[in-house]
């Protein structure tokens, strides 16, 4: 609301519409509209778009209610607010009005200080929320802005990296796409898959730093390493430090043989574990000798409670070998450990976290078993849960 605010009364009494016209002549930041009826109101509400509608009940034409219920359904007039005037005593009006969202009453006889209180009000708050609805856009804009500054940045890093290191950009993609299939399985909260995405497409960065001239990367050996100076790099932009911190844990084992940190299980940030076995998949892949897909999956398996999240293996096979329409995501499901029950049937073997086995895969679990489970849970938080059967329908 910029310059005189427009206020538009709609009454058919002219000692009110007088009474108006006299109490508002000397406010300059005010003008004035008035119509004697509803249909008359309307047009001009359409022709001016009022900050401030006054409607008088009774209105000729039809209930005021009504006119202000094709007011706040018009997208052009809905933001402007509404005012009744109404006789003393009328309840019933005023429960209406208040469900249908009537910002203030005036009451008869009205009176000219009523009249500036309240009309000035109004329109205070109306500047008040016409800035926020700006400031608002404002906001959208910029963080458009922003996010498609984001995305070009990520994109020439991208092809920067791929310049150096050619293959990264199709295998960041490829493995982006997967991680975030995998997720989906899990649960991931869409929120934290933006930074997944990043991790998947730019976790080879680092290797840029480590490089010698005439090389074509590190070794297998120094994988772990590379993730540090990657997570370094990162850091220093905005936007990447928190999937700089995924790549920095990247090479953490599932039994806590791993590193930097020799985090174990649960302690693992999960979308690492799930990167950590689709990297690892597509360095097998695209290795010496092209062995088959059945050949990484089973090496991989081969690996599971040792480098690898189980779980994410056997998603993985899942997803790449198309698995049933009831596959392990409907079949089997994770649960804390407070939440198992007699009777549940694990689906994978139970490990404490420092890696000891409690139950085998297929234990039925019994009132005496889920005790022992809790007292360990008490003294070992078993912080990954447990993966059980789901039960049938």
Known sequence: MSGPATVLLIDGDPREVETFRATLREETDVRLLVAENGKD?????????PDLIVAAEPMAGGGVLEFCRTVQADAD???GMLVI????????????????GIDEYLARPVEPAEIRVKLHGMLRLKRVQDQLRADKRELEQLHHVVSRSFDQLLNLLVRLLDLSLPGTAERGKKIALLAQKIAARFGVPQNFLRDLDVAARLHEIGKLVRLEPGTAGASPAE????TQSTKAVMKQVDGL????????????NWDGTGHPDHLQQGQIPLRCRILRVLIDFFQAVEGPGRPSLEAVLAELAEHAHTRYD???????????LGGPAADLAASRVTLPITALRPGMVLAEDLYTESGLKLLARDTVISA??????????????????????????
Request: proline share 5%.
């Open 368 to 393: 005496s078993t889920l005790a022992a489970i809790l007292r360990r849970h008490r003294l070992e938080p078993l912080l990954q849960g447990a993966v059980v059967h789901r039960p049938a329908a």
């Open 310 to 320: 189980p779980l994410v293996v056997v998603h993985l096979k899942a997803i790449l």
């Open 241 to 252: 430090a928190e999937a700089g911190e995924l790549v920095g844990s990247l090479y953490e």
């Open 77 to 79: 007039l809905a933001l």
């Open 223 to 226: 994988d772990w390493h590379y």
């Open 85 to 100: 005037i109404t006789h003393p005593g009328s309840t019933e009006l005023k429960l209406s009005g208040l469900r249908l």
């Open 41 to 49: 109101g309307y047009a001009a509400a359409r022709q001016e778009r």
